[in-house]
T-cell receptor, first 112, second 113 residues
Framework: KQEVTQIPAALSVPEGENLVLNCSFT??????LQWFRQDPGKGLTSLLLIQSSQREQTSGRLNASLDKSSGRSTLYIAASQPGDSATYLC???????????FGAGTRLFVKA | DTEVTQTPKHLVMGMTNKKSLKCEQHMGHRAMYWYKQKAKKPPELMFVYSYEKLSINESVPSRFSPECPNSSLLNLHLHALQPEDSALYLC????????????FGPGTRLTVL
């Protein structure tokens, strides 16, 4: 059974810092891995999707890496801004199915 | 257009009421999902429709009744809910199944009194 864990659960950093959010999964036979952002009380916004054949994806100040063999993904945020404050969730589809398994998320607060 | 819309944004209902949540997408996606999310928890899958057919029901109580009238529209009918059903209800869609990028709507904040 696939399980997804995110560390840390919460993070508070001053503006301008580079930071890394971690995601681990127990079953390395994943099709892809997706990172989402969620603002309080809002829906999820897809940030990056990494296919199993890829090692990383970049979008602006965001870079996500994937190491299937070790069951890990990291989301790197460069030069953090107060507007980056949100909960970041990683998710993988379960084996062979329609079900998406989410991590519990990392709540990020960037102080001005 | 990569938008999933949900109505209403907020809903307050009594335990004897019947109400419906609506979700719509015009991206030509053939998979649509309902999730329930409690505060500070990740979304929990409730239902998946694939090509307008119910493919997954995650043992959801019958007081929640999904409906997919066509490929663009997904409804969630609510009846005799309990206060513990209060949550954010999220709709999502994807081109086909879960391995594809899922696009989420803004959610409906449901409060059951």
């Amino acid at each position: 059974k696939q399980e997804v864990t995110q560390i840390p659960a919460a993070l508070s950093v001053p503006e301008g810092e580079n930071l890394v959010l971690n995601c681990s999964f127990t079953d390395s036979a994943i099709y892809n891995l997706q990172w989402f952002r969620q603002d309080p009380g809002k829906g999820l916004t897809s940030l990056l999707l990494i296919q199993s054949s890829q090692r990383e994806q970049t979008s602006g100040r965001l870079n996500a890496s994937l190491d299937k063999s070790s069951g890990r993904s990291t989301l790197y945020i460069a030069a953090s801004q107060p507007g980056d404050s949100a909960t970041y969730l990683c998710a993988v589809p379960n084996t062979g199915g329609f079900k998406t398994i989410f991590g519990a998320g990392t709540r990020l607060f960037v102080k001005a | 257009d990569t938008e999933v819309t949900q109505t209403p944004k907020h809903l307050v209902m009594g335990m004897t009421n019947k109400k419906s949540l609506k979700c719509e997408q015009h991206m030509g996606h053939r998979a649509m999902y309902w999730y329930k999310q409690k505060a500070k928890k990740p979304p929990e899958l409730m239902f998946v429709y694939s090509y307008e057919k119910l493919s997954i029901n995650e043992s959801v109580p019958s007081r929640f009744s999904p409906e997919c009238p066509n490929s663009s529209l997904l409804n969630l009918h609510l009846h005799a809910l309990q206060p513990e059903d209060s949550a954010l209800y999220l709709c999502a869609s994807s081109r086909t199944g879960a391995p594809d990028t899922q696009y989420f709507g803004p959610g409906t904040r449901l409060t059951v009194l």
